[in-house]
């Protein structure tokens, strides 16, 4: 009966992987996507590196703990569902590791309201998840989880949890669902009945899924795109733009290339189009032309607001090589989102092109630039939390805050400064401070998708001489 149930198990996780590879079905896959947003069966290790920077930000910061300390016991009572939901985390080789940890977040969540954090618990619980995350990554994960279907016979219910978290392993580690479907198609165990398998067939089969494991490949694309002036100036004086990815000139041999199939890619040669050529890393190539393109639109996207440009940024046509083949064309199929108001004002049109300005600055001066965002950020909460302390404190407070506030921006004269850059910093805070209670008073309903929003939202009073 065991040996029946196995194997049964085994054909019916292939037949389940193959419909979420199954990308060419437009319907069906979105069906999937849909499924796994909503359940949000999360990769492990995705969980396990949040908390762990929730738990820094408590230790090496200084802003609000209390509203981190919601974020962190948020973060465990995920992970806690996960740990008792996942099949291989009750069953397969991890099996002990977890049964500590549970316990461990469990005993700290009871006494989760409490105002002093039990600080020797949280380091147990610190101390197995970087243990857990140092031992597993996503590929060792997906491995594992082949083994345990290999191994052990599961319920269909315990396989349907195993596919979803084994695909968010896969999407975390790097593929792309496009990819996916065209690599299934080169495995013809995974084409086969499934029924008419035995056992060394279906073993083969799974083991198939095990090739996925590997090193990812370094691809180069070449790219045409339109820049702003600021950029255009930095590519033709510096040779490339460092926007996370190096997006360099093209040298004449690569040049020709373009010339030469230039009635197929429809590049744009206006003086505001340039053709870029980026080298990037990826687990395929659609992730790699997905990860070069998003980024520069990202990028370009307050740029595009400023400038009133509204046409597509990234031409839909490119080329792609993994330094073995020939230039190939591929299509970047990037879809413009609009996320500015047309109607903005002419003050705030000159905010963003100080964004801009700052923006780029910080870019360029990575790893010269001596601002710390932490030590702004520590420099805002002693503003606000002064008024608690006597005056004479409260002066040297607000004095040593304005003065390193002042320290990072330019500009003509300390009168100037202050003018041009407090207001936008404090404004900036209180953003996020109510962003920050507007999170913690979702988390604290119960009813999480019941709240009416509308009543929710913190509504702050002051005089009518202030705002």
């Given amino acids: 009966m065991s040996e029946e149930k196995l194997l049964g198990g085994q054909r ?32 492990i290790t995705l969980m396990f590196s949040e908390f762990l920077e929730i738990e820094q930000d408590i230790r090496e910061g200084t ?71 140092k031992r597993y990554d996503s590929e060792s994960l997906i491995e594992e989880y082949i083994d345990l279907i290999l191994e052990v016979p599961l319920s269909y219910k315990e396989i349907d949890l195993i596919v979803q978290y084994f695909i968010s392993e896969l999407l975390n580690l790097g593929y792309s669902f496009k990819y996916l479907s065209e690599w299934k198609q080169s495995y013809k165990e995974l084409y086969q009945y499934i029924k008419d398998l035995d056992r060394e067939e279906l073993s083969k089969a799974l083991l198939a899924f095990k090739d996925l494991i590997k090193e990812p490949t370094k691809y180069s694309i070449i790219i045409n795109s339109w820049l702003p002036d600021e950029l255009k ?41 340039h053709n870029l050529k980026v080298e990037v890393v990826a687990y395929d190539k659609y992730k790699a032309i997905e990860k070069v393109v998003k980024n520069l639109e990202s990028y370009l996207g307050m740029y595009k607001h400023y400038y009133n440009f509204d046409k597509v940024a990234v031409n839909v046509q490119c080329l792609l090589s993994n330094g073995y083949n020939e230039w190939v064309q591929m299509r970047t199929d990037n879809t413009d989102a609009q996320i500015f108001n047309n109607s903005i ?22 790893g010269r630039i001596t601002t710390s965002i932490k030590q702004l950020n520590n420099s805002l909460e002693m503003l606000k939390k002064s008024i608690e302390t006597s005056p004479e404190n409260r002066l040297l407070n607000n004095w040593s805050s304005l003065e390193y506030l002042l320290n990072s921006y330019e500009g003509k004269s300390i009168i100037s400064k202050i003018i041009d850059i407090v207001p936008k910093v404090i404004s900036l805070y209180l953003v996020k401070e109510r962003l920050n209670i507007f999170w913690e008073r979702l988390l604290a309903n119960k009813r999480f998708h019941e709240i009416n929003i509308v009543t929710s939202i913190a509504v702050i009073k002051s005089d009518d001489s202030k705002y």
Wanted: charged letters at 35%; a positive charge.
């Fill in 233 to 273: 100036n930095e590519l033709e004086t510096e040779g490339c733009i460092n926007l996370k990815y190096r997006y360099c000139r093209l040298n004449e041999s690569e040049e020709y290339i373009i010339r030469e199939r230039k009635d197929k890619l429809h590049f744009r040669q206006s003086d505001k189009y």
């Fill in 12 to 43: 019916y996780f292939i037949s389940k992987i193959m419909e979420y590879f199954n990308y060419s079905k437009s319907q069906q896959s979105q069906m999937f996507t849909k499924a796994l947003q909503e359940k949000r069966y999360d990769s």
């Fill in 345 to 366: 004002s002419a003050r705030e049109n000159e905010d963003i092109k100080d964004f801009l300005l700052l923006r780029d600055k910080v870019r360029k001066e990575n």
């Fill in 63 to 133: 802003s609000d703990k209390t509203k981190l300390k919601h974020s962190l016991i948020s973060s465990m009572k995920s992970i806690l569902f996960h740990c008792k939901q996942n099949p291989l985390l009750i069953k397969g080789e991890l099996a002990r590791d977890i049964s500590f940890l549970v316990k461990r977040i469990q005993e700290f969540l009871n006494e989760g309201e409490k105002e002093k954090v039990d600080q020797e618990k949280l380091n147990t619980i610190r101390i197995s998840i970087s243990s857990l995350v």
